[in-house]
């Protein structure tokens, strides 16, 4: 069989294997893809692939040679952006040299655009800098928070391999309804999507599932509300949300994985999850630690449940 391959670029790292498809194959029923990822027609670096896998720099995607894929430059250009999110991404800065930008991402603003994504991260970053910064990792839609992005090619594989060697240090903090038995403590337990048509959901699973180790420690709590500090090991999809949830303490307005339990009266039914603080070394050995304040959303959920707890 002919093939054609495709190495992965910047603009590429981060995505999620069928988005990058989905992209590249616009047209393409869903099912067809579906059927190449089945019978091994598309293959990473080599390997048979299910579609979820997390595209790296510098991967060898083989694919059909009958059907030509869609060169990045080929892609159709996407509408202004709203000057006003313009602006609020350029104030969300908190630090940029010759080498990286660390952002404090709004909550509700998706990191790498997609199908059915009208705002990103990336497509703002595209606009504002010449050339556009490199995604290096990614946070939730509905994650708020300190967010890194390489300005070269040669920061981007360094902070990349770094991410997934875990070398660097995360810190999360969450409100979380209800009270954890003990004040620190480890979550150790393997997740995975769940299988079907239920978008990207994720559960434990100590069979199929990868490894997702977070530690955590309690802050305060107040009116069986308690803000947590946690720390993942690991860096899974939706990790944080799930262990919480498992927890037996869901982080205050995720219904995804808390239900009717995540929305108390009168709170609000945003996700009160943000990354706040992040620690690591460049390649000189020099240390770097980045911190962000909080979004308002949360300092208000803060005042609502009579917290004493402040930034700093």
Not at 124 to 141: E, I, Q
Not at 206 to 227: D, M, P, Q, W
Request: with cysteine; aromatic share 6%.
């Amino acid at each position: 069989m002919v093939i054609q391959k495709v190495i992965i670029s910047v603009n590429d790292v981060g995505m999620r294997l069928l988005n990058w498809l989905k992209r590249h194959y616009q047209g393409m029923p869903f099912n067809q893809l579906q059927k190449w990822l089945r019978t091994g027609q598309i293959r990473l670096n080599g390997k048979r692939v299910k579609g979820n896998e997390v595209l790296l720099l510098g991967q060898e995607l083989r694919l059909p040679s009958y059907v030509p894929v869609i060169r990045n430059d080929q892609l159709p250009l996407k509408k202004p952006l709203r000057p006003d999110l313009l602006t609020q991404i350029q104030d969300a800065i908190v630090y940029q040299n010759e080498q990286w930008i660390v952002l404090n991402k709004p909550q509700g603003l998706a990191t790498q655009g997609g199908t059915g994504i009208k705002e990103s991260v990336d497509q703002v970053m595209t606009t504002l800098f010449t050339p556009a910064p490199k995604l290096v990792h990614r946070l939730d839609k509905d994650t708020s928070g300190i967010l890194l992005l390489a300005k070269t090619l040669e920061d981007a594989r360094w902070l990349t391999q770094m991410f997934k060697e875990g070398i660097i240090s995360k810190t999360y903090l969450a409100l979380v309804v209800g009270v954890p038995q003990q004040n620190t403590g480890t979550i150790n337990l393997p997740i995975c999507k769940l299988p079907g048509k239920t978008g990207e959901r994720m559960v434990v699973d100590f069979n199929e599932g990868l490894e997702a180790i977070t530690h955590y420690r309690v802050l305060e709590t107040k009116n069986n509300v308690s803000l947590l500090e946690l720390k993942p090991e690991t860096g899974r999809m939706h990790q944080l949300r799930l262990h919480c949830a498992e927890l037996g303490t869901p982080i205050l307005g995720d219904g995804k994985y808390g239900g009717k339990r995540a929305h108390l009266e009168g709170s609000r039914f945003t996700l009160h999850l943000h990354a706040a603080h992040i620690q690591f070394k460049d390649p000189t050995g020099k240390p770097w630690i980045f911190r962000t304040i909080l979004p308002e959303h949360m300092i208000k959920s803060l005042k609502d449940f009579n917290f004493s707890w402040q930034e700093g």
